[in-house]
């Protein structure tokens, strides 16, 4: 699949090429060679810039796993990923690291999900037979992490309040809505695709428990200003990354582990994760790079405006589109996209908001693709990425219908 989908870019990239020469437009030839080696030299700094915190939280999880923690928090969603993914035997590490990853992905703690996430994914893959082929748990967990709920999105309420929205949060329960229709259809059709019963009474349970949670907590957020839910979300977010740490390393000091020589020994593991990922994060970001500069995308959202505008359809969403259409391949150019559409239209328009919920919708699949499955050396990602995009369009078309509902 990622053979194909790779080819595909550059065929798609080559031919908006030809056809902006064709149009007079030169300068395209320069912009996509400076794209290529851009997309290298991004490669290398992310890639570079993941060492120190990757090697910080496989250093941390290497103490909370000989200490006991991260066992004793795998218990509390193991009876529900033990029905997800039932090749994991009960009792394995994955569960531990998994569950933390999720945990921080719904608080919104991305410095800590990413390192969490690939040492899930690294745990998962001491499971896998054939270390080049994704398993069915290594699937379901990475469309779960391209569409996993964040509870509080403070960086989009921030970004609005910058560019001058009166209520900055009031995008809030759009966007969750959005993300959660993304989390359950990626789930459903990952279920589908594997035969994964959903209907039984453990997965039931927990997903009325979540639910229940979920609606507690935007019940008590919506009585709140902005100022202070992100007050209220960094000191959540802050306050259980130290409980965390103190926690994994008081508990191995009291059974006396050697806490700094398992520190370094994890941070070796991660040191070497960082390194590995350079060459699968520069042909993923080179593919994007060259369909960003060929003007492919912008052509793309031409054909959807014919489309519209042929069925005579409410054209108001196409103005938000460009953050849509970039989401799946990049995160930061989806941000340069919608600041840009509130910029031009206003940060309460129709397009601002919607602009605002799809930027809070989804994750990035195709960068976390390369980088989870790049991580372990995985090459056949099998129906993975069509499972993340199934997501994807999940997302953005709940945030186009629920755009229409609050503000239409």
Not at 56 to 78: D, H, N, P, T
Not at 129 to 135: D, G, N
Not at 164 to 179: E, H, Q, S, Y
Request: with cysteine.
């Amino acid at each position: 699949m990622l053979n194909r989908v790779w080819l595909l870019f550059f065929i798609v990239a080559a031919v908006a090429i030809i056809i902006q020469l064709f149009g007079g437009n030169n300068e395209v030839l320069s912009e996509t060679v400076t794209a290529l080696f851009a997309s290298a030299k991004l490669a290398a700094d992310i890639s570079l810039g993941l060492i120190g915190v990757l090697a910080l939280w496989m250093g941390l999880m290497q103490i909370g796993e000989k200490a006991g923690v991260v066992s004793l928090f795998a218990r509390l969603f193991e009876p529900l990923l033990s029905k997800l993914m039932p090749e994991v035997p009960r009792g394995h590490v994955a569960y531990g690291s998994i569950s933390m990853n999720l945990t921080a992905n719904i608080l919104g703690l991305d410095n800590a999900a990413t390192p969490l996430g690939l040492k899930a994914m690294h745990d998962l893959q001491s499971l896998n037979p054939i270390k080049t082929v994704a398993t069915n748990a290594q699937i379901l967990f990475l469309v779960l992490n391209t569409s996993s709920v964040t509870l509080v999105p403070v960086t989009v309420f921030l970004y609005r309040a910058q560019q001058g929205a009166p209520n900055p949060a009031d995008v809030f329960l759009p966007i969750l809505l959005a993300t959660s229709a993304s989390t359950i259809v990626g789930l459903l059709v990952v279920a589908t695709v594997q035969r994964i019963s959903l209907f039984n009474s453990v997965i039931l349970a927990y997903a009325g428990l979540i639910i229940g949670s979920l609606m507690a907590g935007v019940a008590y957020l919506v009585t709140l200003s902005v100022d202070a839910i992100g007050q209220i979300s960094m000191v959540l977010g802050n306050g259980i990354l130290l409980i965390l740490i103190f926690s994994f390393i008081m508990a191995a000091g009291y059974r006396k582990i050697a806490v700094y020589d398992e520190f370094v020994e994890g941070a070796k593991q991660g040191f070497n994760q960082a390194i590995t990922l350079i060459p699968y994060l520069i042909a993923m970001l080179l593919a994007i790079g060259v369909l960003r500069a060929s003007g492919a995308l912008d052509y793309a959202l031409q054909l959807l405006a014919s489309i519209v505008n042929g069925f005579g359809w409410d054209t108001r969403f196409i103005d938000a589109m460009p953050t849509a259409l970039m989401k799946p391949f990049s995160g930061s150019g989806a941000r340069a996209m919608m600041l840009e559409t509130m910029d031009h239209h206003g940060v309460d328009s129709f397009a601002g908001r919607l602009a605002a919920i799809l930027q809070g919708s989804t994750e990035t699949t195709f960068y976390v693709l390369a980088v989870y499955f790049g991580s372990v050396g995985i090459r056949n990602g099998r129906h993975a990425l069509s499972c993340g995009l199934a997501a994807d369009a999940a997302g953005i078309s709940a945030a186009i219908g629920v755009c229409y509902w609050f503000y239409g």
